[in-house]
T-cell receptor, first 116, second 114 residues
Framework: DADVTQTPRNRITKTGKRIMLECSQT?????MYWYRQDPGLGLRLIYY???????NKGEISDGYSVSRQAQAKFSLSLESAIPNQTALYFC???????????????FGPGTRLTVL | DAKTTQPPSMDCAEGRAANLPCNHS???????VYWYRQIHSQGPQYIIH???NNETNEMASLIITEDRKSSTLILPHATLRDTAVYYC???????????????FGRGTQLTVWP
């Protein structure tokens, strides 16, 4: 879905490096999320933000930080990358205005990160 | 915390209807049934969701049993591009600052063959 974009799409880095993954959306949604996907483990939530001033940890936030620079932008940082952070990372958005009828999340294309 | 059960794999001939089942026997009254799919390593794609009534959109139909303990996603005319992992998810409607997590589980690998 081109409404949610992620950069870079692929990244190879070395252990100990600081990495930033960026997510932008043009859907006008106020809620944004970062997930990681590992083979056999499904998607796990790292951080989520319900508006620009609201940041919340998900189930696996250790080793990660986020920044919500604007309603449309949500960045994920790996402070000091380690090999077990090698995964597929997805950003998602949803709209609180329609959440009471089901909080549908829309996903970006993903970033494949490899930490050597 | 899987609340749904899906067959690990199914296949379907191109042009035929694909019927993907999902059991959610412990579903609560305020929980919606969602379906997403993921084509190999791409971002999950929202398909449809419903509470208790059957739903239809341009992609699929969702049939929810009267007791809401199971549902079926129907792709009326499957194409090769529908080959993907399909996830059935139950989740409560938002009533405030609830956790936004979607639990995807393992899903059903649907293979559409020519």
């Amino acid at each position: 879905d081109a409404d949610v974009t992620q950069t870079p799409r692929n990244r190879i880095t070395k252990t100990g490096k600081r990495i930033m993954l960026e997510c932008s959306q043009t859907k006008g949604h106020d809620r944004m999320y970062w997930y990681r996907q590992d083979p056999g483990l499904g998607l796990r939530l790292i951080y989520y933000s319900f508006d620009v001033k609201d940041i919340n940890k998900g189930e696996i936030s250790d080793g990660y930080s986020v920044s919500r620079q604007a309603q449309a932008k949500f960045s994920l940082s790996l402070e000091s990358a380690i090999p077990n952070q090698t995964a597929l990372y997805f950003c998602a958005t949803s709209d609180s205005m329609t959440a009471r009828w089901g909080d549908t999340q829309y996903f970006g294309p993903g970033t494949r990160l490899t930490v050597l | 915390d899987a609340k749904t059960t899906q067959p690990p794999s199914m296949d379907c001939a191109e042009g035929r209807a694909a019927n993907l089942p999902c059991n959610h026997s412990t579903i609560s009254g305020n929980e919606y049934v969602y379906w997403y799919r993921q084509i190999h390593s791409q971002g999950p794609q929202y398909i449809i969701h419903g509470l208790k009534n059957n739903e239809t959109n341009e992609m699929a139909s969702l049939i929810i049993t009267e007791d809401r303990k199971s549902s079926t996603l129907i792709l009326p005319h499957a194409t090769l591009r529908d080959t993907a992992v399909y996830y059935c998810i139950v989740r409560p409607a938002d009533r405030g600052s609830t956790l936004g997590r979607l639990y995807f589980g393992r899903g059903t690998q649907l293979t559409v063959w020519p």
